[in-house]
């Protein structure tokens, strides 16, 4: 177990540490820089296995291969990835095992690029039209609980979550000084 | 339709399976599930109805989760063109006790019989070895689809991969369960894993 974050505004150190108490073992990955922080921790730790993925649909259905092999995974990836997953999705109702996703936000709170707004405006939805339940972290000071109750109804109750990681709480993207 | 020269699907996959010991043999959507199904029904079986492109990615999923037991995920061309990227991401990850087959008749044949990408330009062989799979095979022969089928109890070598082209007859469907709780809890459960 590593030491608890430093301060409250350490909000990947957070899920890193609720990662770790629930014993995640496979984090398959598409980076964004919302995640580098997150990506760097899992890649250090000898308890879990990062995976770079080539597309995000990929990492859903590697999850259900852990789960299969016995062990918990988490999907990380950006909101544009979303829309990669859709019809792999479907092995998560069908098959029944623990998903959870962590997804950083674009297209939204000051968003710079408008290619990333049509995606970003419809992650919530297309997460909701397949059945996956969508919580929402705006602020550092939220992470850990809602970080907590996504893990645990998602582990202990088998319920499909997304947790939006909104672009308000890991900073817009700033291309123009 | 078919070709004198062609491997028989189903005795490649009889053949792949006929000693299979603990190993967990995944089928990706399409005719490679039912002859998985053909070569005897298995609690170490996980048919795909579905999931297009995700075999070989249960299949690493296992394979990291069970480091110990083989794990043969059998698949078409179809099925295998559109999870592609996974090659990439399985050469990167390199498990030693992933084997992957790939059915290839060079056609869709599920929905029709139309042409693939393997029928004209795609060499999956080459695909796979420059992801970084170094053991990357064609197979046209019974005796190297049997040397294949023992290599995959090695479990100092892998991954590995190999394309076998197959005759595209179309033969007797043999359906396996659709239901995927009972197919994941089965194998679950014979892996030792209760019930959460």
Redesign the interface.
Known sequence: MSARPQTASDWPEEIFSALERYDI??VPYVPDAGHSKLIERVLASSAM?G?????E???????????????R?VLLMQSSGVGNCI??L??VP????PFLTLVTMRGEWGEFNPWQVPMGSTTQGVFELSGVQVLRASDAAEVPAVLEAAAAQAY?A?TPTAVLLSQRLIGAKVFIK | MSKANLLDRREVVAALLANRKDVVAIGGLGASTNDITAAGDHARNFYLWGGMGGAAMIGLGLALAQPKLPVLVITGDGEMLMGMGSLATIGLQKPKNLSIVVLDNERYGETGGQTSHTAAAADLVGVAKACGIEDSRAISTMAEAKAFAASVHDLSAGPRFANVKIDSAELARILPTRDGTHILNRLRGDLGFPPI
């Open positions: 073992r496979q296995r995976i770079p993925l080539t597309t649909e990929e990492g859903v259905a590697l999850l259900a291969g852990a789960w299969a092999g016995g062990q995974g019809n792999m479907s092995l069908i098959l029944r095992f202990n088998l």
